[in-house]
């Protein structure tokens, strides 16, 4: 019987080794997945700091890159809200074992089943995406996994912002055969309808720091459209981007609405141009479009941050005056296609802008606009050549120089409004030279060409947050001066303006006079605005007026009346007086204070002189010069005299 050889040590020794490698390795594959689900909710738990159940099994498919398949995961809201905020048929992935020994994450493959996406934000402090809210979370750099395909199958994400009445439901799916992205989206963002449609580019691309990234996306607010087309590049890390964007609105301030931007109201808008982004700054280049019925184009850049930076450089070529009225507090109505400007004012019976100005608006931005309009169009007068140069810092609003060309003249200004203190101060000073009265209203059928030219002065301080405000307590002078005009035209134009027929009759009988010189200075101090001057002149007489305008209640208290220099229809009436408001004025005939004209004429008389400092602003055309210092001069004294005879006279019969 042959006996039985023995392995040698050697072999037992390797063969209870590869034994206890087989079982070992038998064991973990058997409770490998076991192991894993329990890790991957441990995990979750600890970094989202609430429940992560995997409900379903997991299974691992080994080779040098195993395929792990998790079913059924569910992530917690937290514990102030009831149910789930994530939910996630099934996960599977493909992770190269190799690059893991150097801390690399590779997944070859990257598939989720329905993944859904509830999120939720019931009062301003309460967000159920927010994982660490009583503590602050450690700043790791965590690497993005580089993924080699993305597939998405019925993903859902739904949206519920009860404060900002916002409730959105989104649905994300890949486009086969390759792994773009296609989004849709409808509900209600801040109340209005919103829809979304557009495709992504590959998430397997994010990582490549030179590559493009498609972006296709449409989005409606109500009425506001945006189209976006383009590519990002290494969008994770926003290195670069080139946008061509389309802008369609019906209004800029329903933009500020949506997108919390200090934009005024307008009328529809619609603007394109190329989107830019480099040094942490927006720019909107090379656009152009419509607002309201103005043109716009040129370059607009944008700083994020607090507060927001803004430069821009704008250009019209034709503007129309009523698409600013959002800039002046009234807000445009449109109208059977038209544009209307409707102010918001204190009451009905109020023509000035009452709605203040936002001192948060003025908060969020600090600007540098630059702006050109070649031609303005403002309720039937055409101004060329609008340039202004807008800054705003530290809500200090300076628009200067304000300079445009009207009516054959100039008109130069500057503006400063300081809102750094909860009362607005505003200072406004302006000069006017040499505007031709027959152009500052084309509209009026004039019967002659020669209706004088127009200049002024004007310095103002305004308190207050609106221009109502601002008027009701203004403070300075107006100086106005005018020569080579005419009654005949003034009374042209007072007609087909709807003055008031006692306004009329009362000009009649002077309806062919010429005007050679006319002067008017007013004082303002808290609103109440006084004559100083008022003198127009006339071959036949002197039209004199004295009187008050209350800019706080919006009330006239004027009184018009003649000098007559020779016996005529217009010196046998009373002077006119001129009360109502502003939005109704009223015209009277007063014919039992003649005497009163006289009167009045001594306190106007001594104030003739300084009104000459006007009369180089009328720069009369060559042949056409007008000797008015010499006129006030002469009417002055004249003036006076006739006054203090009449007081005599009236001395003597009482």
């Known amino acids: 019987m042959a006996q039985k050889r023995k392995l040698p040590l050697w072999a037992k020794v390797t063969s209870g080794v590869i034994l206890l490698v087989v079982i070992t390795l038998a064991i973990l594959v058997t409770l490998a997945p076991s192991l894993l689900k329990t890790a991957i909710e441990h995990e979750g738990r600890v970094k989202l700091h609430r429940r992560v159940v995997i409900h379903g099994p997991v299974t691992i498919d080994w080779s ?143 990582t490549k720091p030179h590559a493009p990234y498609p972006v296709l996306v449409e989005i409606r607010i ?59 700054t927006w720019t909107l280049a090379r656009f152009r479009g ?15 941050g607090h507060p927001m930076d803004l430069h821009a450089v704008l250009i019209s070529h034709r503007l129309n005056f009523k698409d600013l009225a959002g800039f002046v507090k009234a807000k445009p109505k449109t109208v059977h296609g038209h544009v209307r400007v409707v102010a918001h004012a204190q009451s009905t019976k109020k023509a000035l802008p009452a709605k203040p100005y936002k001192r948060s608006h003025l908060l969020r931005l ?44 100039l008109v130069h200004a500057d503006l400063t409004m300081n809102a750094s203190r909860p009362l607005y101060e505003t200072e406004l000073r302006a000069i006017a030279r040499g505007l031709r009265l027959r152009l500052l209203f084309p509209k009026i059928k004039f019967k002659s060409a020669g209706t004088g ?75 109440l605005v006084k004559t100083r001057t008022f003198l127009v002149d006339t071959p036949a007489a002197n ?39 502003f939005k109704k004025p009223t015209f009277s005939v007063d014919r039992t204070a003649l005497i009163e004209r006289a009167g009045a004429a001594v306190a106007l008389g001594a104030l003739l002189t300084p009104a000459a400092a006007l009369l180089p602003l009328i720069d009369t055309a060559p042949g056409h010069k007008v000797d008015c210092p010499a006129l006030l001069q002469k009417a002055g004294p004249k003036a006076r005299a006739e006054a203090l005879k009449a007081i005599a006279k009236r001395t003597k019969s009482h």
């Open 543 to 581: 039209i004199l007026g004295k009187g008050t305008i209350n800019m706080r209640s919006e009330t006239l208290h004027l009184t018009i009346y003649t000098k007559p220099k020779h016996v005529s229809l217009i010196s046998a009436r009373g002077p006119l007086k001129v009360g109502g408001t």
């Open 64 to 206: 040098t890159a195993p395929r792990i398949t998790v079913n059924s995961l569910t992530i917690a809201n937290p514990r102030w809200a009831p149910g789930r905020m994530v939910s996630l048929k099934q996960l599977r992935l493909r992770v190269v074992l190799w690059p893991l020994l150097h801390g690399r994450l590779v997944l070859p493959e990257l598939i989720l089943r329905r993944p859904h996406v509830h999120l939720d934000k019931p009062s301003p402090t309460r967000a159920n995406w927010v994982f660490t809210p009583h503590t602050k979370a450690h700043k790791t750099s965590t690497a993005f996994p580089q993924i080699g395909r993305l597939v998405i199958t019925h993903g859902l994400v739904t949206v519920n912002d009860t404060q900002a009445h916002t409730q959105l439901v989104l649905t994300v799916r890949s486009r086969t055969p390759s792994t773009h992205l296609l989004l849709a989206g409808h509900g209600r963002y801040k109340g209005s309808p919103f829809t979304l449609t557009g495709a992504l580019g590959s998430p397997t691309t994010v």
């Open 366 to 409: 600090n600007a540098d606009v630059v702006y050109h309009a070649e031609h303005v169009y403002a309720s039937h007068m055409r101004i060329q050549d609008l340039a202004t140069h807008l800054v705003l810092q530290n809500n200090v609003v300076h628009l200067d120089p304000l300079n445009f060309g009207m009516a054959d003249g």
């Open 290 to 304: 419509l607002v309201g019925k103005s043109d716009l184009e040129g370059t607009i850049s944008v700083r994020p």
């Open 222 to 280: 109500g009425r506001f459209f945006a189209r976006i087309d383009g590519a990002l590049t290494g969008p994770l890390a926003l290195k670069r981007v080139n946008l061509h964007v389309l802008l369609v609105g019906s209004g800029l301030g329903r933009v500020n609405k949506a997108a919390n931007l200090p934009l005024p109201e307008t009328g529809p808008f619609r603007i394109s141009g190329q989107l830019t982004y480099a040094y942490k």
């Open 453 to 527: 030219r127009i200049g002024g002065r004007l310095a103002l301080a305004a308190p207050g947050n609106s221009i109502a405000a601002m008027a009701a307590h203004a403070t300075g002078h107006l100086g106005l001066a005018l020569a080579q005009g005419s009654v005949n035209n003034l009374y042209v134009a007072l007609a087909q303006i709807h003055v008031g027929n006692a306004a009329l009759d009362w000009l009649s009988g002077m309806k062919q006079e010429r005007i050679p010189c006319a002067v008017a200075r007013f004082g303002m101090r808290n609103g």
